[in-house]
């Protein structure tokens, strides 16, 4: 059974090229409790989601503040996958698309699909401030 996107939310904080492969810092809330973790990604999806992290959807003035969250949502047309993030800044809010790879899809659906009930759940892919973080989902 596939969980109410509304009860998790993916808030995405960072999307860097690191060792061994890119990443993403997400900010993961279910049911009110928070963790950050590490979400690996491939090297076809990550110019395509830094991208897209990085576009100003609404204002290009410098200190507006933007935020972003991976939707548990994708669309394809067979050979080409898209994810989408959604775009916050104030009151607006918008989707943006970006070409991912079906690696990135399957965690996507890991997500939509496990029965995660708290965030304890996610410890093994856990952001460690005070250590490298490890390889992630």
Request: glycine fraction near 8%; charged fraction near 20%; aromatic fraction near 14%.
């Amino acid at each position: 059974m596939k969980r109410p996107e509304s009860d998790i939310s993916l808030r995405l904080l960072a999307v860097e090229r690191g060792k061994p492969s890119p990443y993403a810092k997400v900010e993961v809330a279910i049911v009110g409790e928070t963790i950050c973790i590490r979400w690996g990604i491939d090297e076809f999806t990550y110019p395509h989601l830094k991208r897209a992290f990085q576009t100003r959807c609404f204002d290009t003035m410098p200190g507006v503040q933007y935020e972003y969250f991976l939707r548990l949502s994708y669309g394809g047309d067979g050979s080409n996958v898209w994810g989408f993030l959604e775009c916050h800044c104030g009151s607006q809010s918008t989707a943006v698309e970006f070409r991912c790879s079906k690696y990135f899809i399957s965690n996507v659906e890991w997500f939509r699909s496990h029965s995660v009930d708290s965030v304890s759940q996610l410890a093994d892919v856990a952001w460690d401030l005070n250590s490298p973080p490890n390889p992630g989902i």
